[in-house]
């Protein structure tokens, strides 16, 4: 393929295929969400963006953590550079995780650096301040009413907004609610069982 011609989908993943790229975004999700969700001052995990489309070939896969004060930082920081490594290193993709706190405002994403310090590739506005937060607001931003209602939740409970890809039930949902008795009733396609999750595996 003419480099010049060559689509970004392409650049960044080449001969992948949709299935290699999928399926490894939503294993190295869940194993995200599964330490995650044992942290002290996690209130909620969610997903967002293009892997709960049926997009073949999603840039990234976006999470959104809210959390309480008795958050820390560093661990959840430690989690999210794992997931974004780790996902580099097998198909070349990335992760965001985006952070609001318990009122629901918008914190920033999780710094995809060790330590805080000047680089001249950190957009944070105010590095260190918060440690291992990155407040680049002027780069992404979301927006209240997505952080109140994100399309998939995948703790405390699980519930979706609306109808999901299969792959994103199989390999991501199903897992999450084993060994969980359903809370309650579904409602059509678009609906996943609500399941309360326990403090361990």
Request: proline share 6%; aromatic share 6%; net charge neutral.
């Amino acid at each position: 393929m003419n480099p010049r011609t060559e689509s970004p989908e392409h650049h960044q993943y080449g001969d992948r295929t949709s299935l290699e790229v999928r399926s490894t975004l939503l294993a190295l999700t869940r194993e995200f969400v599964r330490a995650a969700r044992q942290l002290v001052g996690v209130d909620r995990i969610a997903l967002l963006g293009s892997v709960l489309t049926e997009k073949a070939r999603p840039k990234d896969v976006d999470v959104l953590v809210s959390v309480n004060d008795g958050i820390d930082f560093a661990v959840l920081a430690r989690l999210g550079r794992r997931l974004q490594g780790t996902a580099q290193a097998r198909i070349n993709s990335g992760a965001d995780i985006f952070l609001a706190d318990a009122r629901g405002a918008y914190l920033g994403r999780v710094c995809h650096y060790r330590a805080c310090h000047p680089r001249a590739r950190c957009h944070a506005h105010n590095c260190g301040i918060r440690p291992h937060v990155a407040d680049d607001f002027d780069v992404v931003q979301l927006k209240p009413e997505l952080i109140v209602a994100p399309p998939l939740q995948v703790f405390p409970t699980i519930f979706a907004q609306d109808a999901i890809p299969a792959d994103v039930e199989f390999l991501l949902l199903r897992p999450l609610k084993q060994q969980h008795a359903v809370a309650g009733p579904t409602h059509g396609a678009a609906a996943v069982a609500v399941i309360p999750f326990a403090e361990s595996e």
